[in-house]
């Protein structure tokens, strides 16, 4: 057979044999091991290339199939197994070296032609891939550096295409678009979820792209598959040409390569990329793809352009003669001419993308190559840091002017290019396009990026750059500042953005345009998008911030009210003072000097009087004069200019009231401990304010006589002139609505004026006893000397105002005048002050006004200066409500009822409106009444509570009558007439006890009533009921109860629209657990004077029988029915335990409803379950069962509240006793039927298998409670009368329990029933006189524990479950051993020691191991006999051993830290801490610290960290509290693995910017440092064992530290926890942690102990003086 195949290589040389055989042939030659050729592999790799080079050199000639097939063969061979195992043999195999320049040629044609190539694109880049995948292969393109150049130009070029192609007809980003991804671009970050957010708009049909030939788009799929191969690729080739061009040994060689061949694909490639700009049929690309070709291109890039070789080229171009003598390196000569200049000319050089990406591309690459510059040179040492700083600005200065932003003046004005672009139709021009607002956020972009990066770096010290270099940085700032200001652009984000860097650089910078920046960035920025308003707030705070520290603030708020004052523009302005802007003055304030707080609202003072009220004045003048010169148009004219500038200096007038009433809001009060002189300054201060409004405050009158004159001139002018009337009345209602705008304005900051001065003025005076207040009424008001004015006179002459801001400013002053009152008036119970107080309480209120405040939600953000008609009812709402305790007592009657109406109204729109979103942080009506239904205001105000009580009742009942029930009508008429009165709860009461026998007069509700009913219910729980009084309870609790017992919904919606009559049961739940919560009111002793406690029990118990009987029921849910059980079963528990606690006929209340529950017709209701369930024989059972599940319900609970209070009394205990008996008897039967139904029809879809064991535990419980009870000639062996049951049940359960999935409710009552059942048998076996030897307490105790073990191992059990299981087995744990034997006991730990096999864990079968472990945790707590106690920790070394062992082994697996390394440790420290003086050796506890060391604790999820950290945690608190004598030798390993918690939260709580952890996982962190700072102060407390070790403590710390920046709320935690550790530091420790720590943490270390004795050790000193 060898000699058959011998002459392959001679066919396939000859020119006879056809080629489709020889590549046939050739197949056959590589596949078959019988083919001996010599070298068989590299002939046929040479006869196929050759075969390919020959074609394309036109020397042979083929079919296309032929060369397709040639091609595919190739890479076949390229990509065999065999040939790389070759290779990796150390076989050598080669190929030809044209074949490079073959492939190059062929990625060169396909750039070229269509995809209607010869030659499939995707067969090239296979043929790439294979070439590159080995060295051996690969040599053909990197033993020469020119070829890789080529290839790697050629495939970016490619995928830039690739990318482009969908865009070329789709139109330009909008700014807002371009401003979102640029944002990311220029911060280099990796692309995130910017692909699929940019893709959706893109989308175009295929017809709407006529210039785009269809052979230009491949079908879909083949599309995907190319692009993804090519990007493949093409990471595999940056990949080998970066390898290439590290090796490469001339510098700049390469930079020449790169440049000229590379840098503008590369760069555009990269934007491509990381911004998304590219479209739906390439959203496959994988992120890290993207991200790892970026990573590739940006290592190129930097290493090419930027290599430390270059570093003297860079300084002979960028660094001026004068600062580069002497400092040339010899080499300097032989290095590049102008790498700056070579860089830059290529990036603004045209053509190499499309011209609408030029700008977005040039720009962002800037930001790039900036960012690699300071990475490469900006470090340096010693003297040469500053020159390399310097190095790195003279860097930036070059880059800066490319954005064309007419920094130097070399370019046009853009905001005149933009002009001319605006005009022009046409298309734009490359040079041209920047003009648009697109461009200019880009090139804001840019400039920002740039400026952060020169912060961050650090090239810019003032101090260096005065001294020695003559200011240049500061020049060059400074005009970029001055670029900013001539070419404003408020509405980009960036601008502002820009403006806070230069700020944070140096606030010089901007200090001479100060009056501009303020007037441009935030008096005069009108733009009020969300994102603007951000930056511009971020960028206020700064500058508020700088001047603050710079204690320079009067000097920037003397700057800010000379803006203001300016004239003002065209548009009118913004408000002064947002909500967040007044945030942060009050921050900055507060961190003012007091003089300095009273220079600027003493400046602003100044202004008010200098600036406004002269012009004022100077108005009316002018408007006297022109009355008297006649009208005209001339005269028309001067009224409206002098109308404009009325409106001007009444909007300046209320700009500087507003500020001025934020500042003196924000200062810090006087108190005692002022200092005269600043008290005497602010009363001077105030005075001087007083003066200001005594001078306002007539001026209003003036205006309003003002108004009227020009009103009657304008009327009389049709008489002189000859125009007529009609013309004329436009010009009187836009004058009239002129007049109003200014004398609204200034009459609101005249108030405003006012209110500041008696608030601040009272504030003073009660805090300060130096200060004297200043009689605020002494401009005529004379009732005022009497002190019981509640509204000053002047106040009151003042014209009723339609300005909502005047009347909430008129109601505080009220407000305030009414706390004067009461302050100053000895008794103001007095007549005169009682009936001012009542009325100023009713100005306040304004029933009017109130009436329409619910009528619409309404938002207000809380700032008096923004309060207007849209947000006036809710600043009303919000006065009454935080001032009630102040209005209510001088309300009347009727007014507090519209109060309370108002409160249950709006909390009514709440409970409908509930999905509506709201501002964050704003305030409505509906919220405001929900904060004051929660606090503990409402009930220490009788009156309106009770009103409150009152609105809800007659809400309830005014739904009730609009319900269909002629019978019920006259019944609710006589309570409503009736109300709290004695004969109208009897009426109630007799309906609700007929009703609930006989369903008679029941009221039909509509779904929105029951919707409204459920609604009233929610607000009424929100109420306490020991607030309410006697007539409110009962009358609330009689409703509530005529609701339960005669209501029901109407048949028609339950037969149209059953589903929903399943919200029947939920609304019956919520309905009795208000009941519930009503029984344990204080004043309920009212309500049993009306209706009995057992006529209580049997009315709700009857009740839902009936209303079950009658189908109400059958749609329920299961989930909501057994809601409506535990409801019910709380109602009986609340109503017994009521009984017997307040001792209210008790024998003769509860035997009434025991006798209820055990009669006859109870009897025969379970015997119709069960014969309607044989009946029936459905899935859904029918109402009778359902009956039979509420009566269990009833017969347990009540069981158990009379068990539960057995034990008080020997005669209470015979009285429960016997009624135990007789309920119990009854629930045995009850059991039966359900379970004979249960196996007919399986009613489980309606109650839960977990009820009928409760109900069971309930009976066994109750059972073994009687016997309990001391009863004389009782035999010692009474049998449990169900033993037989419960048996049953028992052998079920163990059978079932863990034999498949269950429900976790099922596992958990079972489990408790297994306890209650267990007890019960050790408790007849103690009783029994004939000693069986406890063989069946053996078995069953072994068979419980089995179970247990295989429940806690069974498959189906997450981790979740298994810690929800853990309370349950713990209980069931706890009765197993608290009196078990030696050898039962030992069984157990027979049974643990075989669970601890590691080769389990090995095997992959942790759960077996973890059972185990769980029942040591809970094994280690349990209350054990004295022998059994003694053999567990006789044992508990080699448990802690095998523990130690098992956690070292899972935590190599992170996959296994939450399910079993976390519950390892967790039973670990439970043994330590229950051990403390039980386990001798202190070498097993170290052992412990030695597991721990290897926990991870990094790269975990949030949660998993959280339970990861808490567990190491809790483990070293149990150890430094339990075994203090084991830190005597332990401290160091202790000291470890407490230091990997401090470093891994410190790397965890690290600041990340705008991405990274969600607000949940911020909490997780914050509360890992919380527990920090905790064990911080317990080793602290027990300084003995650590003293020698707090400096290494501290070392550690700030070693981490200078690692990371901490978020602040972390910090703060870790900063006072280290506090406590240097507490113990000696000064010998302070001294050598500053001589031995490094240089950048000896400055970390500095700082934390600058403030350690600023704060911290002042603070302890000062404490210390007072302790003994």
């Not at 008429?973 to 609930?996: H, M, P, R």
Request: charged share 20%; proline share 5%; net charge neutral.
């Amino acid at each position: 057979m060898a000699a058959i195949y011998s002459g392959i290589h001679l066919k396939l040389k000859s020119p006879q044999t056809p080629w489709e055989d020889k590549l046939k042939l050739a197949r056959f030659a590589w596949i078959s091991t019988q083919c001996l050729l010599p070298n068989k592999e590299q002939v046929l790799l040479d006869w196929c290339t050759h075969a390919l080079t020959g074609w394309y050199n036109q020397k042979v000639e083929f079919s296309q199939n032929v060369l397709e097939g040639l091609w595919c063969y190739l890479d076949d061979l390229l990509h065999s197994r065999k040939l790389h195992t070759l290779l990796k043999q150390g076989k050598t195999i080669s190929l030809r070296l044209n074949m490079a320049q073959l492939l190059l040629e062929r990625l060169q044609e396909w750039a070229c032609v269509d995809s209607k190539s010869p030659l499939c694109a995707s067969t090239i880049l296979s043929v790439c891939q294979g070439l590159l995948s080995s060295p051996a292969l690969s040599s053909v393109f990197t033993t020469k550096y020119e070829l890789m150049v080529s290839l790697l130009a050629k495939l970016c070029s490619l995928a830039c295409r690739e990318l482009q192609q969908p865009l070329l007809t789709s139109s330009p980003l909008m700014a807002e678009s371009e401003d979102e991804v640029m944002t990311e671009c220029l911060k280099t970050q990796p692309i995130s979820d910017l692909v699929p957010s940019q893709v959706e708009p893109v989308t175009e049909s295929p017809r709407d792209q006529p210039e785009l030939d269809a052979d230009k788009l491949p079908s879909k799929p083949k599309e995907n598959l190319q692009s993804a191969t090519l990007f493949d690729v093409l990471l595999q080739v940056l990949t080998c040409y970066l390898s290439v061009q590290r090796q490469q040994a001339n510098p700049n060689r390469v930079f020449t390569m790169v440049t000229n061949q590379l840098i503008q694909t590369l760069v555009l490639l990269r934007h491509l990329l990381t911004s998304g700009e590219f479209a739906p049929s390439h959203t496959h690309l994988r992120l890290q793809l993207c991200r790892d070709i970026r990573i590739k291109i940006d290592s190129i890039v930097q290493l090419a352009l930027f290599p430390s070789e270059h570093l003297t080229s860079y300084k002979e171009e960028l660094l001026p003669s004068k600062e580069d003598s002497g400092k040339r390196g010899p080499g300097g000569a032989k290095g590049l001419l102008k790498p700056v200049s070579t860089i830059l000319s290529k990036l603004s050089a045209q053509g190499y993308c499309e011209p609408a990406l030029h700008y977005s591309v040039k720009s962002n690459t800037l930001s790039l190559l900036f960012k690699f510059f300071l990475e490469s040179y900006a470090k340096g040492r010693g003297e040469n840091e500053e020159a390399h700083r310097m190095l790195c600005f003279y860097f930036l200065t070059r880059l800066v002017p490319i954005l064309d932003i007419g920094l130097d003046g070399q370019s046009s004005s853009p905001a005149k290019a933009d002009q001319s672009v605006s005009v022009s139709p046409g298309p734009k021009s490359p040079s041209a396009s920047f003009c648009s607002p697109e461009s200019w956020s880009l090139a804001l972009l840019a400039v920002e990026s740039l400026l952060s990066q020169a912060l961050s770096a650090g090239i810019y010290n003032v101090a260096a750059d005065r001294i020695r270099h003559g200011e240049v940085q500061l020049n060059f700032y400074g005009a970029v500042g001055q670029m900013l200001f001539n070419q404003a652009q408020s509405s980009i984000p960036a601008w502002y953005r820009c403006l806070k860097v230069l700020l944070s650089l140096n606030h010089l910078i901007l200090e001479p345009d100060l009056d501009e920046l303020l007037s441009s960035a935030w008096v005069n920025s009108g733009c009020m998008e969300a994102r603007v308003q951000r930056a511009r707030q971020a960028m206020v705070y700064s500058l508020l911030q700088t001047y603050t520290k710079l204690r320079q603030l009067p000097r920037l708020f003397s700057e800010l009210l000379s803006v203001i004052c300016q004239p003002a523009l065209d548009h009118p302005r913004p408000p002064l003072l947002s909500d967040g802007t007044s945030a942060m003055l009050r921050t900055c304030l507060l961190d003012t000097p007091p003089s300095q707080g009273l220079e600027i609202c003493s400046s602003v003072l100044e202004s008010i009087r200098r600036y406004i009220p002269p012009e004022l004045v100077k108005e009316e003048r002018g408007a006297e004069k022109m009355e008297i010169d006649g009208g005209g148009e001339k005269g028309t004219n001067k009224e409206l200019n002098i109308d404009q500038e009325r409106d001007d200096a009444s909007l300046k007038l209320f700009s500087l009231s507003q500020l001025l009433h934020v500042v003196l809001f924000s200062l810090k009060t006087l108190d005692n401990a002022s200092p005269l002189p600043i008290v005497r300054k602010s009363q001077g201060m105030m005075e001087e304010m007083q003066q200001v409004v005594e001078e306002l405050l007539p001026l209003l009158s003036t205006k309003e006589k003002a108004v009227k004159t020009n009103t009657s001139s304008v009327q009389k002018t049709p008489r002189k002139g000859k125009k007529n009337l009609d013309q004329k009345e436009p010009e009187k209602l836009s004058e009239s609505k002129t007049g109003t705008l200014w004398e609204r304005n200034t009459e609101e900051a005249a108030l405003l004026l006012k209110y500041t001065l008696v608030e601040v003025d009272t504030l003073f005076h009660i805090h300060c006893t130096k200060y004297t207040p200043i009689d605020s009424a002494r401009s005529g008001a004379q009732s005022e000397a009497e002190g019981c004015a509640p509204v000053p006179t002047l106040l009151e002459s003042l014209p009723p105002s339609c300005s909502p801001m005047s009347c909430l400013l008129l109601k505080l002053l009220t407000l305030q005048q009414m706390k004067k009152v009461l302050l100053d008036t000895p008794l103001p119970s007095e007549p005169g002050a009682a009936v001012l107080l009542s009325k100023a309480a009713q100005f306040i209120l304004v029933k009017s006004e109130f009436e329409v405040s619910l009528e619409g939600e309404q938002v207000w953000d809380g700032q008096i200066g923004s309060v207007n008609a849209d947000s006036y009812l809710v600043a009303h709402w919000y006065l009454i409500t935080s001032n009630l305790p102040l209005i209510v007592p001088y309300l009347s009657k009727d007014d507090v009822g519209q109060v309370a109406d108002a409160l249950v109204s709006s909390l009514l729109s709440r409970q409908t409106d509930k999905g509506t979103d709201r501002p964050p942080g704003c305030l409505t009506v509906s919220a405001i009444s929900s904060q004051l239904l929660q606090s503990p205001v409402l009930i220490e105000l009788p009156s309106l509570f009770s009103a409150t009580v009152h609105s809800l009742t007659q809400s309830i009942i005014g739904v009730l009558k609009d319900a269909p029930a002629p019978t019920v009508c006259s019944t609710l008429l006589k309570f409503q007439e009736k109300a709290n009165s004695s004969e109208g709860n009897k009426t109630i009461v007799e309906d609700i006890l007929a009703s609930s026998k006989t369903g008679e007069g029941v009221v039909s509700l509509t779904h929105a009533q029951s919707q409204t009913l459920a609604s009233l219910l929610q607000i009424l729980t929100h109420l306490n009921p020991d607030g309410m009084n006697s007539e409110d309870l009962s009358s609330v609790f009689l409703l509530l109860l005529f609701i339960l017992t005669s209501t029901t919904r109407q048949s028609e919606q339950m037969t149209v629209n059953p589903p929903e009559s399943g919200d029947d049961a939920v609304f019956l739940a919520n309905l009795l657990r208000t009941l519930s919560c009503l029984l344990e009111g204080r004043n309920f002793q009212s309500v049993l004077k009306l209706i009995h406690g057992g006529a209580l029990l049997q009315t709700v118990a009857s009740s839902l029988l009936w209303h079950s009987n009658n189908g109400r029921f059958r749609a329920t849910r299961n989930p909501d029915w057994l809601d409506l059980i535990k409801a019910v079963q709380a109602y009986i528990k609340c109503s017994v335990q009521l009984i017997i606690t307040r001792k209210s006929s008790v024998r003769l209340n509860l035997d009434q409803f025991v006798s209820y529950l055990t009669s006859k017709e109870m009897a025969s209701r379970q015997i119709l379950g069960r014969s309607a369930a044989v009946m029936s024989g459905k899935a859904d059972p029918g109402a009778s069962v359902l009956s039979v599940h509420l009566l269990l319900a009833l017969l347990s609970s009540f069981c158990q509240a009379l068990s539960s209070n057995l034990g008080k009394s020997e005669q209470m205990d015979q009285t429960l006793k016997q009624m135990l008996t007789r309920t119990t008897a009854s629930l045995g039967p009850a059991v039966e039927s359900i379970m004979n139904s249960q196996t007919i029809s399986q009613p489980a879809s309606n109650l839960g298998q977990a009820f009928v064991v409760e109900v069971v535990t309930v009976m066994l419980q109750c059972e073994l409670s009687s016997l309990s009870v001391k009863e004389e000639n009782r035999p010692k062996d009474t049998k449990l009368s169900q033993m037989s049951l419960y048996q049953g049940f028992c052998q079920q359960i163990l059978k079932e329990i863990s034999s498949a999935h269950r429900p976790m409710d099922f596992l958990v009552s079972s489990l408790q029933f297994l306890s209650a059942f267990y007890k019960a048998v050790r408790t007849m076996e103690e009783r029994r006189e004939e000693k069986t030897g406890g063989r069946e307490l053996d078995e069953l105790y072994m068979r419980i524990l089995q179970t247990v073990h295989r429940l806690l191992t069974a498959s189906w059990l997450s981790s979740n479950d298994v810690c929800e299981l853990e309370p349950a087995v713990d209980e069931l744990l706890r009765h197993l051993v608290e009196k078990s034997t030696t050898g039962q006991f030992n069984l157990l730990l027979l049974l643990i020691r075989e669970g601890l096999d590691t080769g389990q864990l090995r095997a992959g079968n942790y759960k077996e191991v973890l059972a185990a472990v769980i029942i040591i945790k809970l094994l280690s707590g349990c209350q054990l006999p004295q022998s059994c106690s003694k053999a567990l920790w006789l044992f508990a070394p080699q448990i802690i051993s095998a523990m130690v062992f098992l956690v070292r082994s899972s935590s190599q697996d992170v996959s296994l830290t939450l399910p079993f390394t976390v519950p390892t440790v967790m039973s670990m420290t439970s043994l330590v801490r229950h051990g403390e003086g039980l386990i001798t050796n202190p070498h097993h506890v170290i052992l412990v610290l030695g597991a721990l060391q290897s926990v991870p604790l990094e790269h975990l999820t949030p949660p998993v960290y959280q339970s990861t950290f808490l567990a190491v945690h809790e483990a070293l608190f149990a150890i430094i509290q339990c075994h203090p004598q084991v830190m005597l030798n332990a401290a160091p390993s202790f000291l470890n693995v407490f230091h990997r918690l401090v470093a891994s939260i410190m790397q965890e709580g690290r600041q990340r910017g705008d991405v990274g952890v969600t607000g949940a996982d911020n909490d997780v962190y914050l509360q890992c440092s919380r527990l920090i700072e905790r064990m911080y102060s317990h080793i602290a407390a027990t300084a003995e064992s650590f003293t020698a070790l707090s400096a290494f403590m501290v070392a550690q710390y700030v070693t981490e530290l200078q690692k990371v920046t901490l978020r602040p709320d972390i910090k703060l935690h870790l900063t006072e926890g280290i506090y406590r550790i240097l507490d113990l530091c000696m000064e010998q420790d302070t001294k050598f942690l500053t001589a031995g720590l490094q240089m950048g943490v000896r400055e970390v270390f500095n700082e934390l102990y600058g403030s350690y004795t600023h704060y911290h050790k002042a603070q302890r000193q000062g404490e210390d003086k007072y302790t003994v």
